[in-house]
């Protein structure tokens, strides 16, 4: 095996496949399935929902962006996460968690806030660590271990999305 002499890939293959009734499953076919959009606008949803939180953590992980451009960036994605939070929430009609009394996304309004917890992700990114939440996670559902993998589901995400 040849040694690859740049420290990232040019490509990046991201291949995903899961079986019902796994909520994960329940979710791609939601992605590709929809009458209201098209599999390529669903895989692309996808994306732009997980890119969403993980864009700023990656592009720390990847290096090449200063601190003052990921912690733009996560203000971006911050804004972002709370406007997919308030489409939930209105759909729904659940309360919404990040809205202060006002009626003012609190994170939004208040940019000592969300400067600290920027600071502390990019910390707890830095040293390696994890945020914990404050209450424990559920255990995994043994569903969702059974995800099966064998490369077809959402295609070659490298040759973006059916062109």
Do not use: W
Not at 88 to 106: E, F, K, Q, T
């Amino acid at each position: 095996m040849s040694q690859n002499s740049h420290p990232h890939p040019d490509r990046v293959k991201f291949i995903y496949n899961a079986q019902f009734p796994a909520a994960t499953a329940v979710v791609l076919n939601y992605l590709l399935n929809n009458p209201h959009f098209t599999g390529r606008q669903g895989r692309q949803q996808g994306m732009d929902a997980m890119m969403a939180f993980y864009r700023p953590l990656a592009e720390e992980f990847h290096g090449e962006l200063s601190v003052s451009e990921i912690q733009d960036m996560a203000r971006h994605c911050v804004e972002r996460l709370v406007k997919q939070i308030a489409d939930l929430c209105d759909r729904y009609h659940i309360a919404n968690p990040v809205l202060s009394d006002g009626g003012v996304p609190a994170p939004l309004s208040n940019t000592t806030r969300l400067e600290a917890i920027l600071e502390e992700l990019v910390i707890v990114v830095r040293g390696g660590g994890v945020i914990a939440p404050s209450t424990p996670a559920p255990a995994p559902m043994d569903i969702e271990q059974g995800v099966a993998m064998d490369g077809d589901e959402l295609g070659d995400l490298g040759n973006i999305l059916n062109e």
